[in-house]
């Protein structure tokens, strides 16, 4: 095992932070190991025991909330090297596929190898935007993407897990085995020894959700790892269900006259899902001040933007489909969308990757713009920094937090641009300072949005996960007895609280 010494460190920088641009002085880090293997990892858990070390786990660090920047210094593990990825397996008593990996594997790696298997076909259904994540951080957070819409998250696709715990004790959970009691308690053993945990009693909100350990009643114990941000265990294995690829997939980029134009096709195709072939995976959407951006990106020169037609509003879907609906599917899009004041004839639409390539590179152009902007903004004020919220509520409350937000930053007069995961109700306000003051109101509007979204039933963190930047969110949403309760799981598994000190509580 490779182990980077507290005199090397400065020479090892992008260890020291993540995507959220949190970083500590390479001086408070004590050393940074490598390891190739779980036996690796359970010495150097082992030399950080010894020396009352806290510990950061890190892969790829694409997370944006802090959770693999080790300010609390210490010794960060990096689990890189464990990325090995081994052969799909077909489960004949269940006719379902499984494919074990371990975490510092990529999206994209795992993609590739799930290709080379060409008949069936399969897929891994969680769809992060960031494929260059490792599969460990997307468990740690139970990460999701557009096609949460109907697949669900990571935690749906993990069967079983291999965690080093704190103490070096190595557990094996595998999905469907133990449960939490009628008093809440799930008890297991390792090596003799036996941990109580106390499930957590708050109620988690009912939407697309990542924020705090899980609990409900009866809950299996797979479900308390999933999602914990690196505080209860460092995975080392992860058993992963795949699906087969039974149906091609149709991809649409409609433009709308009008921002509730957009709103009121939402609402009616999600009505239609299930019904005449309609089989939607994701549905996105792109505000007027999106739009604009794009706009003046490509007024400005960029050829990368192809011109789109006029419009305040514009959806991204997708359907998986059997080609011999294609054409019902098209006669009933006509129809909805003529309810809407759009139409097909100016709609994007594609099958195959050559013909989705411009649909895919508009939805990536808008965050793509939004960071140029800011990394602009940086080049006079190198402490401007864009505020992205990560709220979700329940359908029925979704029209009234969107125009809670559009009223609210409208009447403050701060620039920006609302985009993402309308399927779930779940849409990323990016927020653009363009001085220190305007940093400081953007901040304050985000808590205020995030208790307006707590205040319809949602969540704070619907995809990202809290880390170290949302700790206040978090005790909002749960209180303070639910914080205190987080802590009694932690107090069992991770008795001197080394594991990812600093996130979630």
Sequence with gaps: MKIILSNEIVDYPDYLTDESRLAVEPGKINCIAFPENETDVVAALEKARENNWPVTVS???????GGAAPLCGGMVIS???MSKIGEPEKNEQNDEWALSVEPGALLCDISKKLSETRNPKLFYPPDPTEMSAAIGG???TNASGARTFKYGATRDYVLSLRIVLADGNILTIKRGEIFSDDSGTITFYVNGKEYKIPVPTYSMPKTKNCAGYF???KMDLIDLFIGSEGTLGIITEIEIKVLEQKKGRLSLLSFFNTEQ?????????????GKNNFDIEAIE????NALKLLNERREAGDTAIHEFPESEAAIYYEFALDDEFLEDIYEKLEEILQTVNCSTDTSWAGMDEDETKILKEFRHAVPETINQIIGERKRKIPTLHKIGTDL???NENFEIIFKFYQETLDTAGL?????????DNHLHVNMMPRNEEELIEAKKYYKIFAEKAIELGGTVSAEHGIGKLKKEFLKILYGEKGIEEMKNVKKVLDSNCILGKGNLI
């Excluded at 134009?261 to 899902?273: C, P, Y």
């Excluded at 959407?285 to 007027?288: G, I, L, N, R, V």
């Design 59 to 65: 892969a790829a660090r694409t997370g944006i909330v």
């Design 415 to 423: 620039q920006y641009a609302i985009f993402g995961h309308i399927g």
């Design 215 to 217: 609990a409900k009643p």
């Design 392 to 394: 979700a509520v329940p």
């Design 79 to 81: 689990m890189e090297k």
């Design 285 to 288: 959407f792109f505000d007027k």
């Design 261 to 273: 134009n957009a709103l009121d096709f939402v609402k009616t195709i999600r009505k239609q899902n």
């Design 138 to 140: 997307t468990v740690a």
